[in-house]
């Protein structure tokens, strides 16, 4: 009756993908006995059903090391209970391969109440708590590689981190930059067979072009995953002390993995089991391929700091050493940094500067249109600025800077600026220098001039009134005389404009000047001057009137035209063609906006030229 009983309770849970079992006794190697223990317990063990109903508490012989002592407790516990529990564990099966389980255990119990045995359902928990540690595992990987920089750590954490959760073995080799291959970082339980490793990997160097193993995956990759049986280390032993070793090593299974990052093969992911026993499934292999890409992550970022410290230090040699100074601001306007220059013009060093906003570095200003408020409201308002600012160094002293100011981001606001400078007092002063010399010399020469020009005037007006007293070069010498020497008033007028326009006081009056007439009479004196030189005159024989002021016509026009026949050869004078009326000198001040300027058609000037410049003309007149 019983065995017909058993085989009706057979029937009933063979297709259950579960253990159904009983036993009887205390849970204890000398008491309990297992009574029943249902067909499906062999493919999940490897041990036969007979293992287990002959050797007292059978299941607890087979618990993990690590897991019996609590499994045997909980055991325990339940049964002293009196009604039941859930205890999880791993079991070691035949093959050394883990099996994860939970059994789900009630208590028998006799008439009088008590504990006389228990009955349960294990169930084979290895998936769910396989990729419940994957998961976890991800996450620790991550958390190790995160925090460092440096590859050679993050990978020789990595390493430490398998080991032996996920392997006997793991190697992690990289390619470098010139893209040589070395194994960056090797780990096993036992320090000594890592030293072992490498000096067997130094006497006998893998071989580049294996069409399977590291380096393949290195090329292709493509991950690979096998076992290792004695006839693969018969293949690769160079000799029969190579092979001896390799059978020492016990190698059984293995998975490689490339790590890739932004379409390149960074390196590869090895584990390998040995000892264990442990044989790689497909889990393993996502498990294996997950960590392999945080790892890639970790490696990229790391070499893209290695990267980008090599070009800040690049960067800091070339600001360092420039002659301007060189400040950078965060998007709250606070000094993160400044050179050796800047600190030199602000009489401070970065400790000092850093993290202060540069407005202070800036004289308060009373109005926005002075050029130092231009300057602060530009930066606040993220706009690119280039001009003269004032500028205040660590004691108070403001000094004038040319400046620019650029922004970092396309962004407004969106990573700070970067300001560079120069302190032009020194330049304003040599400046202010040459101006007072210019317009010394300029008055200097005037007070002579005037005499020679007034002597030249009475001398030509003698040849009026005593035409007598003058041959007819005479005449000519007396009037080229008074031509050079208003020439050379002119000449010294040029100079005091200068000296005016450099300090902001050059004055014009525009009015309507017949400006061919003023080149038949300028090209007169022109022939006079150079009678070796042929000079033609074309398209002015009607009046052609233009806006702008004579005397700075006056001034340009003659040196134009004696520029022509000093350096061209025979000269042809086509005329005036146009005229810039209202030219801006950019570096005067803006309220001294035009000065007149001649643009003359000489010999080969390039006719699209003259059609832009006529755009830009003021004139009547024209035939």
Not at 76 to 90: H, K, L, N, P, T
Not at 183 to 201: Q, T
Not at 219 to 225: C, D, K, L, P, S
Not at 396 to 418: C, D, K, M
Request: aromatic share 8%; glycine share 6%; proline share 5%.
């Amino acid at each position: 009756p019983t065995e017909n009983q058993r085989a009706h309770i057979d029937a009933v849970i063979r297709d259950e993908p579960a253990v159904v079992w009983e036993a009887s006794g205390e849970p204890d190697p000398a008491k309990q006995r297992i009574d029943f223990v249902s067909d499906q317990i062999e493919p999940m063990t490897g041990y036969s059903r007979e293992e287990w109903l002959n050797t007292p508490n059978f299941w607890l012989t087979i618990v993990h090391p690590d897991d019996r002592e609590r499994a045997a407790e909980e055991a325990a516990r339940i049964f002293q209970s009196g009604s039941g529990g859930v205890s999880e564990f791993r079991w070691v099966a035949r093959d050394r391969s883990i099996v994860w389980v939970a059994a789900y255990s009630s208590v028998m119990l006799d008439d009088a109440g008590h504990p006389v045995g228990m009955r349960g359902v294990t169930v084979d928990i290895t998936e769910r708590k396989r990729a419940g540690e994957a998961l976890a595992f991800s996450a620790e990987v991550t958390r190790a590689l995160l925090p460092s920089l440096n590859v050679e750590r993050s990978l020789a954490v990595l390493a430490d981190l398998c080991v032996p959760r996920l392997a006997d073995w793991c190697a992690v080799h990289i390619v470098d930059d010139d893209r040589q291959v070395r194994m960056a970082s090797l780990a096993h339980a036992d320090p000594e067979k890592v030293a072992f490793a490498r000096e067997l990997g130094e006497r006998y160097p893998s071989d580049l072009h294996a069409q399977t193993g590291v380096y393949q995956v290195l090329r292709t990759g493509i991950a690979e995953m096998a076992d290792i049986p004695d006839s693969a280390l018969l293949a690769s032993a160079r000799d029969p002390d190579h092979l001896r070793i390799l059978r020492e090593l016990g190698l059984r299974s293995y998975i490689s993995v490339a790590m890739q990052a932004r379409g390149r093969v960074l390196g590869a992911f090895t584990l390998a089991s040995s000892d264990s026993g442990r044989r790689y499934g497909a889990d393993d292999l996502v498990v294996a391929e997950d960590i392999a890409a945080r790892a890639a992550v970790a490696v990229d970022n790391a070499r893209l700091y290695e990267e980008a410290q090599i070009e800040r230090a690049r960067f800091l040699t070339i600001v360092d050493t420039a002659a301007y100074g060189v400040v950078a601001l965060a998007e709250d306007y606070r000094i993160t940094y400044v050179n050796p220059a800047a600190e030199r013009m602000f009489g401070a060093k970065l400790a000092e500067l850093e993290n202060r906003s540069f407005d202070e570095m800036t004289p308060v200003v009373p109005a926005a249109e002075q050029d130092t408020g231009v300057f602060v409201s530009a930066l606040h308002q993220s706009t690119a600025y280039e001009g003269r600012v004032m500028m205040r160094r660590e004691g108070g002293e403001a000094f004038p800077a040319e400046v620019n100011l650029s922004f970092i981001s396309a962004r407004a606001r969106g990573g700070g600026a970067v300001v560079a400078f120069r302190d032009i007092t020194a330049q304003l002063r040599e400046q202010e220098s040459k101006d007072d010399f210019l317009a010394f010399a300029s008055h200097e020469l005037r007070s002579p001039l005037t005499s020679v020009v007034g002597l030249s005037k009475w001398l030509a007006k003698q040849t009026t009134t005593h035409p007598e007293m003058f041959d007819a070069d005479g005449r000519d010498a007396i009037e080229t005389l008074e031509h050079e020497a208003e020439r050379m008033a002119s000449i010294v007028e040029v100079f005091l404009d200068l000296s005016r326009i450099e300090v902001g006081r050059i004055q014009c009056y525009p009015e309507p000047v017949d400006i061919a007439g003023l080149v038949l009479e300028q090209s007169d004196a022109l022939r006079r001057r150079y009678s070796h030189v042929g000079i033609t005159v074309h398209g002015v024989a009607d009046p052609w009137v233009i806006v702008t002021d004579p005397a700075c016509l006056e001034q340009a026009l003659p040196n134009l035209l004696d520029n022509a026949a000093k350096y061209g050869g025979d000269a042809e004078i086509w005329g005036i063609t146009g005229l810039l009326h209202d030219f801006d000198y950019e570096q005067f001040p803006s309220e001294h906006p035009f000065k007149g300027v001649v643009i003359l058609r000489e010999r080969g000037y390039p006719d699209e030229i003259l059609r832009a410049i006529l755009g830009h003309a003021t004139f009547s007149g024209v035939p």
